[in-house]
């Protein structure tokens, strides 16, 4: 048997008594160290049974053959072949999403490797535990320019944790149990594999477990105590608090600590577009989502408050808006997993480094020793009386479609309150992503997946597939949007030939919604290229005419159920027929009017003083700036 010089076996160690410092050893079935003959091939399968993966989503091709054919003997790592490898990245982020596991994407060389390129940029911005494993030609030809070559980690280096070029079998399973680390701990993130497939064919010793060699990587996740006990301080003293929620708290699994915090100091909470479902939308703390869209009174009360509290947040543009008008009498109090990500785009008073759950888990006795000492802390009273004022005032709501038309918030609110409790969301990227979070609501962490920081088209139905195969026993909606729909709706094709019932609401307004409700706004109503069923713009209107394609055929030649709603007294009855369909996935065209536009709305480069609560309708406040 082979080993690296000087490196005693594994038989060894234990007898030794672990004299050899194993810096992490990762998790595996096998009770017993392990040392057996194999390929690279073999041993990567093994590698992956031994972290605990039971899915992967891919696609072969030359150079990841020998790892097909190996994943063929297995029989706990379920593959699932997309018909793009787009779709198998989002899918694995979909299932990473919705389970908290680390998902996994896997593609061959060259183009292959590339097509995960934007799954994987795009799991880097929501920080999203993802492994890609891709093959790449053999070692000899690395350099030469030869047939599917591509430097996959050059490529990706910007937006992944960490990448792996492995041109040895024998650093196989070291390389995967130290992505699987990588990908799942401190902020999440994706890590890339990349494989030669010389080394995936040639002769090796598959040895778990194994030691880990990452001497710079030591995400800090225990907060230091003189910032809690600061932060204790000034959230208890403040007068206008806000709670400001992002992913970051779903990550930790944090959600009931929070829920414990928010009610003990009875502060407002909004939650990001990526942290919805971290606090529940229902609960009457909660203030909506803040930012360009989001709900009128979350996005004035962050731009009134005196102090936030920031957990997991980053301070997104699309929350801030113009950066040095944003909260201009708030001293910050942020605490983030990622130390990159403090005083990033806001100057933190207060900056925390450390895991949420354990943020919370400390801060919640030093305000508790702070209410104890001062029977007048966290007295929020006045605040609450202006909170509610613009919560009357300024309500969600939407314009009415015109007479017998649908209208697109309808559609999807209705999906929310026909759904059971153990619905899933998968929002596409455009009107209806915002429309879904605004008139849905999110009681639970991980029922609200979508693409929030590289805004990815396309991420629907495979997110939807991945979450479905990871949550069987969820009711799983795709809500996309005609223009996204059409990017990847190929892989319903898998979810019809895997028995994926995922439901697909097709929010279909025959246009490029978001970006036409920019030409109207801020364009002159010039509408470039915006219109999707045809090449000219329709006399009537952009959702007339042909419809090209037709969804509901287009769902029955891939075997799914394919409907259409077109009118309101349609609606419910369509919503619970596809409820009622569980043998494959169910397609429903909903035909919306193409003016729909989403408000509240911040105006990109604006400030967040200038939200407009509809169109031409700014908030009055009635009271200067504190």
Known sequence: MRRRPGSPSCHERHQQGKTEPMTQIAETPAPHCLEEPMTGAQSLVRSLEAVGVDTAFGIPGGAITPAYDALMDSTRVRHILVRHEQGAGHAATGYAQATGKVGVCMATSGPGATNLVTPIADAYMDSV??????????????????????????????????????????????????????????????????????????????????????????????????????????????????????????????????????????????????????????????????????????????????????????????????????????????????????????????????????????????????????????????????????????????????????????????????????????????QHQMWAAQFIDYDRPRSWLNSGGAGTMGYAVPAAMGAKIGKPEATVWAIDGDGCFQMTNQELVTCALNKIPIKVAIINNGVLGMVRQWQTLFYGQRYSNTVLHSGETATNGPNTGTRIPDFVKLADAMGCHGLRCETPDELDATIEKAMSLNDAPVVIDFIVHEDAMVWPMVAAGTSNDDIMAARDVRPDFGDNEE
């Open 129 to 430: 535990p993802l492994v890609a494993i891709t093959g790449q030609v053999i070692s000899s030809a690395i350099g030469t320019d030869a047939f599917q070559e591509a430097d996959i980690c050059g490529i990706t280096m910007p937006v992944t944790k960490h990448s792996f070029l492995i041109t040895d079998p024998d650093d196989i399973p070291r390389a995967i149990s130290e992505a699987f680390h990588i990908a799942s701990t401190g902020r999440p993130g994706p890590v890339l594999v990349d494989i030669t497939k010389d080394a995936l064919q040639r002769a090796t010793v598959f040895r778990w477990p194994v030691e880990h060699r990452l001497p710079g990587y030591r995400p800090s996740a225990a907060p230091h105590a003189r910032q809690i006990r600061e932060a204790a301080r000034l959230l208890a003293r403040a007068e206008r608090p806000v709670l400001y929620v992002g992913g970051g708290v779903l990550k930790a699994q944090a959600t009931a600590e929070l829920k414990v915090l928010a009610e003990l100091t009875r502060a407002p909470v909004t939650t990001t577009l990526m942290g919805l479902g971290a606090f529940p939308d229902t609960h009457p703390q909660h203030l909506g989502m803040p930012g360009m869209h989001g709900t009128v009174t979350a996005v004035t009360a962050l731009q009134k408050a005196d102090v936030i509290l920031a957990l997991g947040a980053r301070f997104d543009d699309r929350v801030t808006g113009k950066p040095d008008s944003f909260a201009p009498h708030a001293t910050i109090v942020h605490a983030d997993i990622d130390p990159a990500e403090i005083g990033k785009n806001r100057a933190a008073d207060v900056p925390i480094v450390g895991d949420a759950r354990e943020v919370l888990a400390d801060l919640i006795p030093a305000i508790r020793e702070e209410c104890e000492r001062d029977g007048n802390a966290c007295d929020y009273t006045a605040w609450w009386e202006r909170l509610n004022t613009w919560r009357r005032t300024y309500p969600l709501g939407h314009e009415p479609a015109p007479a017998g038309a649908l209208a697109p918030q309808q559609v999807i609110q209705r999906i929310g309150q026909l759904s059971d409790g153990k619905t899933i969301i998968a929002a596409g990227v455009g």
